[in-house]
């Protein structure tokens, strides 16, 4: 074995190995070259989150001056192309020379990495982009880039091409306003896809709008002439109104509770308003920056509303002896909004998910402590009301936890019984692992046979389930649909959710493409959606797509999982001779496919088509969920009206 070579023990790999490691092998990467480089590290992904994300760190520079008080207005336009315009009113980007660099400030903002107002240079006391990379790394990530400054009645010009200047500073004109327009192109090298969402970018500017209050976020959608989308967002009541829109179609419970308070270079301010549901919608932000994961803000927040709510019950008598509401009592129900605003804002990993700063904990903790109990004193119907909500989320919970027991008495589940109706697989690892909930036994029946024993488990599922969107825990533990399912997971549900003991990492909802299928497929993610959130925001939920068409030319079979497709078989089929004879017949159900026609067209995974169910924006998906399964009748159909015209491929 020469020194240059080693075996890597128990691998069998051979790997090729430098003997020296030298100057020579360390790569210095120049400008923005490490941005191109490594995208990824810079903007999360090149994949659409990516892709938007370009838009939002221009954007949170405008509102970056909104801050500092200097910017009122802000629009975003989508241009034909996919090209995107971001414009404010601010104090428009320096262009005098930074010393540091004897360049243009303009220049060193969209050229360096680390370079902005936003390190104790004074620019801003409170930012979102902290890491200081964002019109630098636009810049990097376009295909081309142009900035147009207006200051000191000067319009003053620059232009790029990934990240390499390709116009200097040029005065283009004069002007009697301030502010920044930049306009770029992502670049296709960089990105999987480069066509824009407008929903995407309207949820984004819509919270931007909450969570700043008085600041005019404008969004436009140009690249189709015939029906341009555009929206202006204006809140002057701010996250007030964000509590609003979360408890729309909801009836709520008193009006929204508004508190806030400031210490030293921090600021925080909460809203929050209980509705008669079940289920808990609780939304941070740190510097306008949505935290997903939670953080310092958050429990500061949930320790104090617990504290002051069983603190109030005893104090009027409402709690009796030893009756105390647990958090998640005193959350049931409930919508809130906590925004908070710091210098020196520490988020627990890239992607700027969780808060960690500990000393923003202890001002929400007294916040909360101070203005919450003044409120319940000055209110005593709702708060009343918020009490006994509480208490009976106390019952139902003790009544979930008995008819858990009592159905793992008369289950065993102790002694790890599974559910008669699982055809469990025989391997052992849950990340190869994947479960099939099939409706129907013919459907079933054909999946069993069709499927791969090794890794594929199939649980059958008939009738109607219930609908959690109407229910407490306590009814889904005696469900007679639900709970095979919670014990094939394996997992639990609500707060007894345990993701590390999940069984299987594809979860795949099977069901007729119809009406009944899609409603099936509407009631499950429902059921996950409110007790078991955690599988689609990890990914482990996917819905089956089985073919719509069978096709046949003599000996030849195709299928075909949309209209188009089978247009584009049928046509292929034909060949040369456009009077042959196709055969094409509709797939009714996955009952009627054999064990083949279902292993080959629908669960091979080298063949399969799933669609990953995902959670980019808990509040729609609850609003929708709270229309489509919830107890009013009138959001729903006009939700139907609205969005009948989407659906396709549905047998009625």
């Avoid at 509303?305 to 603190?311: G, Q």
Wanted: proline residues 3%; aromatic residues 8%.
């Amino acid at each position: 074995m020469t020194p240059e070579t080693e075996i890597m023990e128990n691998t069998g790999i051979t790997q090729k190995v430098t003997a020296d490691y030298d100057a020579s092998q360390i790569q210095v990467l120049e400008g923005l070259e490490a941005v191109r480089k490594r995208p990824g590290m810079y903007i999360g992904s090149t994949s659409s989150s990516g892709l938007h994300h370009l838009v939002y760190e221009i954007v949170d520079n405008s509102i970056d001056e909104a801050l500092a008080g200097y910017c009122t207005d802000i629009s975003v336009t989508i241009n034909p192309g996919n090209t995107i315009t971001v414009t404010d009113n601010g104090r428009g980007i320096p262009v005098d020379i930074q010393e540091q660099t004897g360049k243009s400030a303009l220049e060193v903002v969209f050229t360096v990495l680390h370079a902005g107002g936003k390190f104790g240079g004074g620019g801003y006391k409170v930012s979102g982009g902290l890491h200081g990379v964002g019109a630098s790394v636009v810049n990097a990530l376009s295909e081309w880039l142009e900035v147009q400054v207006h200051k000191g009645g000067k319009i003053y010009e620059m232009k790029f091409a990934r990240g390499a200047i390709t116009s200097p500073i040029t005065v283009i004109g004069s002007t009697d306003r301030t502010g920044t327009t930049v306009t770029f192109k992502p670049d296709p090298e960089m990105f999987d896809d480069t066509v824009y969402d407008y929903e995407i970018l309207h949820k984004r500017m819509r919270e931007q709008a909450f969570l700043n209050a008085g600041l005019r976020i404008s969004i436009a959608d140009d690249r189709d002439a015939d029906s341009p989308l555009s929206d202006t967002m204006h809140y002057e009541g701010g996250i007030r109104e964000y509590v609003d829109y979360l408890n729309v179609n909801k009836a709520p419970i008193g009006d929204v509770i508004y508190m806030s308070g400031g210490r030293d270079d921090s600021v925080a301010e909460i809203a929050m308003q209980y509705n008669d549901g079940y289920n808990e919608m609780l939304v941070s932000f740190a510097n306008n920056i949505h935290t997903p994961e939670g953080g310092m803000h958050e429990t500061g927040f949930k320790t104090a509303l617990t504290r002051v709510l069983n603190a109030y019950g005893v104090k009027f008598n409402l709690l009796k002896g030893d009756e105390r509401l647990s958090g998640d009592d005193c959350r049931e129900g409930l919508s809130a909004v906590i925004s908070v605003k710091l210098t020196n804002a520490q988020f627990e990993g890239q992607t700027k998910q969780k808060l960690g700063n500990s000393e923003i904990r202890t001002l929400v903790d007294s916040i909360v402590d101070e203005q919450l109990e003044i409120y319940l004193e000055e209110n005593p119907s709702v708060a009343k009301a918020i009490i006994e909500k509480g208490m009976m989320a106390s019952r139902a919970r003790e009544a979930a936890r008995k008819a858990r027991e009592s159905v793992r008495r008369k289950t065993g589940l102790e002694s790890g019984q599974m559910p008669d109706k699982l055809q469990d697989c025989n391997e052992r690892d849950p990340s190869l692992c994947e479960i099939y909930i099939v409706e129907g036994d013919s459907a079933a029946g054909s999946a069993i046979q069709g499927r791969d024993s090794r890794f594929q488990a199939i649980l059958a599922m008939w009738g109607k389930m219930l609908n959690v969107e109407k229910a407490r825990a306590d009814k889904i533990y005696g469900n007679d649909k639900l709970y095979p399912l919670i014990v094939a997971l394996g997992a639990g549900i609500g707060e007894e959710f345990n993701i590390e003991k999940l069984r299987y990492h594809k979860i795949i909802i099977m069901a007729d493409a119809d009406v009944d299928g899609s409603h099936i497929r509407t009631l499950l993610l429902t059921f996950f959606f409110r007790y078991m959130r955690p599988l689609i925001e990890n990914g482990y939920v996917y819905s089956a797509v089985p073919p719509l068409y069978k096709l046949t030319r003599g000996k030849t079979q195709r299928v075909a999982y949309s209209d188009a497709e089978r247009d584009r078989i049928s046509s292929e089929l034909r060949g040369d001779n456009p009077n042959a004879k196709i055969d094409i017949s509709r797939y009714k159900g996955l009952g009627e496919m054999d064990p083949h026609e279902l292993w080959e067209t629908t669960m091979d995974p080298e063949k399969r088509t799933l669609r990953r169910i995902t959670l980019d924006d808990a509040v729609l998906a609850d609003q929708i969920f709270n229309v489509l399964m919830g107890e009013d009748v009138e959001p729903r159909r006009e939700w139907i009206e609205q969005n009948a015209r989407y659906v396709v491929n549905l047998d009625i």
